[in-house]
């Protein structure tokens, strides 16, 4: 769904637990709470991005950090 428009460029709406849960289920996957949240976290920045925030950079280093964290949290379960 697309909530406005910026310069051109559409903007989506947050990712839903609707859709995550619907993802889950076409995929079979068996989710986490912590892989909700870093979905949604990723929709965030997603959509800032998308948004026009001034700083991209800032907000890829936002992403990569998400990244390893989550990486580190699985090597850790392990």
């Given at each position: 769904?697309?909530?406005?428009?910026?310069?051109?460029?559409?903007?989506?709406a947050?990712?839903?637990?609707?859709?995550?849960?619907?993802?889950?289920?076409?995929?079979?996957?068996?989710?986490?709470?912590?892989?909700v949240?870093?979905?949604?976290?990723?929709?965030?920045?997603?959509?800032?991005?998308?948004?026009?925030?001034?700083d991209?950079?800032?907000?890829?280093?936002?992403?990569?950090?998400?990244?390893?964290?989550?990486?580190?949290?699985?090597?850790?379960?392990?």
């Open positions: 769904m697309i909530v406005g428009v910026n310069g051109g460029v559409p903007i989506p947050p990712i839903s637990f609707f859709e995550i849960e619907a993802f889950r289920r076409t995929t079979l996957s068996d989710l986490s709470a912590a892989d949240a870093l979905i949604r976290r990723l929709d965030q920045q997603f959509i800032r991005i998308a948004s026009g925030v001034p991209p950079s800032e907000q890829k280093a936002s992403l990569v950090q998400m990244l390893r964290e989550r990486a580190a949290a699985d090597r850790a379960k392990r």
